[in-house]
């Protein structure tokens, strides 16, 4: 099956920094690549997407890049604020398996004022 | 909730007991799925149907059964086999892309 690993497990910036959250995953035929945000007690919220035949997308401070060959997609906060503070999961979806998502496990980022 | 209703929102099961959690979705989607996340831990999925009366094991199933009698509802039941219940279970529900998540069932063991 389909392994995730998410890199780093804590990240910790000042306001004002980027940030960058690196996964990695073991199915080359994944074919989208979505990154949630959670907050405590809450439900994972969709902040970016992209698919197989795109290498790179943006949205306003946050974008995401993919490597297929190299099997990892990263995103990418810029001008980080307080309330970009929140757990943040990769999860990669396997090809013809249901649809179902992969989660990586986490990457807890604080972004301090 | 954006068109998926988990109930309840908070849920307490004594030991030996089995409970139902329930998840219903109103977006005519096809695809629904039942995750698990336990404190500092990623989702990990536990059942997901494709079609009504359709569906398979997740990488947790054991101690855990689900239904799809209908398109609209995907019940979990967590049984008296699952000796680690507490957790935060979440339910979503997929058309293409396009993933919805319900806001969760916290169950606790008393």
């Known amino acids: 099956g389909e392994n995730v690993e998410q890199h780093p497990s804590t990240l910790s910036v000042q306001e004002g920094d980027s940030a960058v959250i690196k996964c990695t995953y073991s199915d080359s035929a994944s074919n989208y690549f979505p990154w949630y945000k959670q907050e405590l007690g809450k439900r994972p919220q969709l902040i970016i997407d992209i698919r197989s035949n795109v290498g790179e997308k943006k949205d306003q401070r946050i974008a995401v890049t993919l490597n297929k060959t190299a099997k990892h997609f990263s995103l990418h906060i810029t001008e980080t604020q307080p309330e970009d503070s929140a757990v943040y999961f990769c999860?990669?979806?396997?090809?013809?398996?249901?649809?179902?998502?992969?989660f990586g496990q986490g990457t807890e980022l604080s972004v301090k004022p | 909730d954006g068109g998926i209703t988990q109930s309840p929102k908070y849920l307490f099961r004594k030991e030996g007991q089995n409970v139902t959690l329930s998840c219903e979705q109103n977006?005519?989607?096809?695809?629904m799925y039942w995750y698990r996340q336990d404190p500092g831990q990623g989702l990990r999925l536990i059942y997901y149907?494709?079609?009504?009366?359709?569906?398979q094991k997740g990488d947790i199933a054991e101690g855990y059964s689900v239904s799809r009698e209908k398109k609209e509802s995907f019940p979990l039941t967590v049984t008296s086999a699952q000796k680690n219940p507490t957790a935060f279970y979440l339910c979503a529900s997929r058309q293409a892309y396009g993933y919805t998540f319900g806001s969760g069932t916290r169950l606790t063991v008393v």
């Open positions: 977006l005519n989607h096809d695809a």
């Open positions: 149907s494709q079609i009504v009366n359709d569906f």
């Open positions: 999860a990669p979806r396997p090809e013809n398996q249901g649809g179902k998502l992969i």
